[in-house]
């Protein structure tokens, strides 16, 4: 099946600066990734996904990129705020969606 | 609200017992996944369910079922458990088959403490 690696674990910066989060994925026939966020005690929310035709999206202070050939995608905050902490999960899915451990984002003011 | 009801939202029993989680979908929802997340930890997949089949399989241990009824709902079955069992377990649906690309929307989830 699908094995999804995460990187970093955790992840400290300093507000206004930049966040960057990085997945590898095993299964060449996945072709949709996902990217949540959950906040303590709180159910996964979606943020942002990338289709596996597509190689960049931005949503305001979020993007997404996807290098198909590397089998990696990342996730890029910018300018950074403190509720932007939280743990962020990167996925993959071709026929169910396999989860990165989570990276713990911590934005101190 | 997310449209994914999970309930209990908590929940606490002893080692050894039996217990059920339900989850109903959004309306209109046809797959329900399960996924456990014990403290500090990614999701673990447990299983899949399309319009009442079994349609994918995690790291399910052989003492957890799950089952999907006509009304869509779900319910997971954890049983002889263990204080390891205890964990936030979260339903999430999509509308279709698993080759349509559709973000999960999860349930606010069931935490589970085993004593």
């Known amino acids: 099946g699908e094995n999804v690696e995460q990187h970093p674990s955790t992840l400290s910066v300093q507000e206004g600066d930049s966040a960057v989060i990085k997945c590898t994925y095993s299964d060449s026939a996945s072709n949709y990734f996902p990217w949540y966020k959950q906040e303590l005690g709180k159910r996964p929310q979606l943020i942002i996904d990338i289709r596996s035709n597509v190689g960049e999206k931005k949503d305001q202070r979020i993007a997404v990129t996807l290098n198909k050939t590397a089998k990696h995608f990342s996730l890029h905050i910018t300018e950074t705020q403190p509720e932007d902490s939280a743990v962020y999960f990167c996925a993959a899915r071709r026929n169910d969606m396999r989860f990165g451990a989570g990276t713990r984002l911590t934005v101190k003011p | 609200d997310s449209g994914v009801t999970q309930t209990p939202k908590h929940l606490i029993t002893a080692t050894g017992q039996r217990v059920t989680l339900r989850c109903s979908p959004r309306?209109?929802?046809?797959?329900v996944y399960w996924y456990q997340q014990s403290l500090d930890q990614g999701l673990q997949f447990l299983i899949q369910?399309?319009?009442?089949?079994?349609?994918a399989k995690g790291n399910i241990l052989e003492r957890f079922s799950a089952q999907q009824f006509p009304d869509l709902h779900s319910e997971l079955n954890l049983s002889s458990l263990e204080l390891g069992d205890s964990a936030l377990y979260f339903c999430?649906?999509?509308?279709?088959?698993?080759?349509?690309?559709?973000?999960?929307?999860f349930g606010s989830g069931t935490r589970l403490t085993v004593v």
């Open positions: 309306s209109g929802d046809l797959s």
């Open positions: 369910y399309y319009n009442g089949e079994e349609r």
């Open positions: 999430a649906s999509t509308t279709g088959e698993s080759f349509l690309d559709y973000g999960y929307t």
